[in-house]
């Protein structure tokens, strides 16, 4: 019997690191369907597709980090079922794979638009393949449109300009992150694509994707026609579990689990990383988070749950992106707050961003290229502080 | 043989913050804790390439690393969350005088 954790990206691997450093000392197999050696995720869209970045992806275990880990690590073969009272695993192969506890960290799947699977040049950008893809297809390409001007088509567009093709990004909303961010902030990160020479193109749809076997152009929901023989869609991801769906674990947008992350009624099975909604405990509601950060988080809860040792200490979100040589950094629930204070834009490398909830506590920050202040203002978030009693903000700002 | 490395004056560095001290390498980074005590660990965050001397945040006797949040031991340089699993190395600190001085073995 083993432990067997499915999915062998960041949570996953993660969720292994930890339990070893916790003292967990049975078998541990970790399954993962693709063929590479785990990796890292977020230089896929940084520099594993600039030009003078390395193509490879970045391992997130050395090769003796591996051996110590003690895994059966298993790549290419992806989980196609659970029973959960067999307590088995089913592979594409057919194999059932028998557990006492099982890890659920399959993150997630991106979306993408209707007809992309059968025209050339469409891409989303989500693992290693997508990126040596995409990097191939930026060598040659002449007109690039990214639909969706979130991170992942924001840092696309940043490492794609280095290649020195025009790139037009196009965003439904009318300031792209305004709904997490609001549209003041939204617009003075967006502001970063003009200044370095990229079209941005909001409030509008896309109708569709025209080209017979490769894509020739992509069409607006207001007519408009970019000509384009490289896109990429990233308008968001969805929680990898079609897999689960005969399991009857609970799913809504994820994997509902409880504050250990032990899946909602499943002893011994939890869930880690993108695909698990839990309850939050500097919230005390539920999330679902698809930040790096958080399936570090999760590794370390399930393995104190695992090996019986007490919680690790909650920690507020916190996601960073690299564009155009600078780096955001977000910290805690902006959203959940109103803005209190801005100044600053992306392409100055002076953005700061400060909200706050109903009692003027601060409950998230947006910071540019300041590490010491962002980690100030992720102290203050945890603490609950008082916004106007900080003093967070250099003079002059 | 072990080296010596002049890195500041006592006053020079305020508790709660970190500096690199000039001379080292690979990188040493100096630290103050809130009480007044002095670390030294290596200057890099050992998850990624990060100068902990010039960015990483003191809380309490613990060192954080920015970009991704790794938490290290000042005084043992031990990994205390991930995505840091290696420790950091940790060097001793000596004071003379007025000067704060770093030993590289």
């Known amino acids: 019997m083993t ?21 967990y000392d049975g078998p541990i197999t970790l399954l993962g369907e693709e063929s590479y050696a785990p990796y890292d995720k977020p230089p896929l869209s940084k520099e594993m597709i600039l030009p003078d970045g390395d193509p490879a992806p970045v391992p997130l275990l050395t090769d003796e980090q591996l051996a110590d880990l003690r895994v059966d690590l298993r790549l290419g073969v992806r989980a196609s079922e659970l029973d959960v009272s067999a307590r088995t695993v089913t592979t594409d192969a057919g ?3 028998a557990f006492d506890r099982l890890v659920i960290a399959t993150g997630v ?29 930026l060598a040659t390409a002449g007109r690039v449109v990214v639909i969706g001007a979130g991170f992942i088509g924001a840092e696309f567009a940043a490492a794609a300009c280095r290649h020195g093709v025009q790139v037009t990004l196009v965003e439904a909303q009318n300031v792209p992150l305004s709904h997490l961010l609001g549209a003041e902030v939204g617009a003075r990160l967006a502001e970063v694509h003009a200044a370095a020479g990229n079209e941005l193109v909001t409030g509008v749809g896309v109708a569709h994707l025209e080209g017979e076997d490769a894509v020739r152009a992509v069409v607006l929901n207001d007519g408009r026609r970019l000509p384009a023989d490289l896109v990429v869609v990233g308008i968001g991801a969805t929680p990898a579990t079609g897999w689960l769906d005969s399991s009857g674990l609970p799913i809504s947008d994820g994997v509902e689990c409880g504050a250990d992350l032990t899946v909602v009624g499943a002893e011994g099975i939890y869930a880690a990383g993108d695909v698990a909604r839990w309850p939050h ?7 679902r988070i698809e930040h790096w950060t958080n399936a570090n988080d999760h590794a370390a809860i ?21 564009q155009y040589g600078h780096r955001i950094q977000i910290v805690g629930r902006p959203a959940t707050g109103s803005l209190a204070h801005v100044a600053g834009t992306l392409s100055g490398g002076d953005l700061v961003a400060a909200y706050v909830g109903t009692v003027g506590e601060l409950v998230g920050a947006v910071v540019v290229d300041d590490p010491r202040l962002l980690m100030k203002c992720r102290k203050a978030i945890t603490a609950g502080s008082v916004w106007a009693d900080l003093d967070l903000v250099p003079a002059g700002v | 043989m072990s080296e010596r490395h002049f890195a500041c004056a006592v006053d020079d560095l305020q508790p709660g913050t970190s500096m690199i001290v000039e001379g080292t390498d690979p990188g040493i980074a100096l630290h103050r804790v809130e009480s007044g005590e002095f670390f030294a660990t290596a ?5 990624e390439e990060f100068s902990l001397g010039e960015e990483g945040e003191i809380e309490g006797n613990e060192l954080v690393c920015p970009l991704h949040m790794a938490r290290f031991d000042l005084g043992t340089g031990a990994p205390l969350c991930l995505p840091a699993t290696i420790a950091l190395a940790t060097y001793r600190v000596e004071i003379e005088g007025d000067g704060v001085y770093v030993v590289s073995a």
Not at chain 1, 119 to 136: K, P, Q, S, Y
Not at chain 1, 281 to 287: A, E, M, T, V
Request: with cysteine; hydrophobic share 45%.
């Open chain 1, 3 to 23: 432990l067997l954790i499915v999915g062998a990206s960041v949570a996953g691997v993660r969720t292994a690191q930890a339990l070893r450093m916790k003292g």
């Open chain 1, 95 to 97: 194999e059932a794979i």
């Open chain 1, 109 to 137: 799947t991106p979306r993408t638009l209707p007809g992309a699977d059968r025209l050339a040049g469409v891409h989303t950008l989500r693992n290693a393949e997508d990126a040596a893809a995409l990097r191939t297809g």
């Open chain 1, 281 to 287: 405990p500097h919230y005390g509601y539920d999330l």
């Open chain 1, 302 to 322: 399930i393995a104190a749950a695992v090996t019986g040792a007490a919680a690790p200490t909650p920690t507020v979100p916190y996601v960073w992106s690299d």
């Open chain 2, 43 to 47: 200057d890099t965050c050992t998850h």
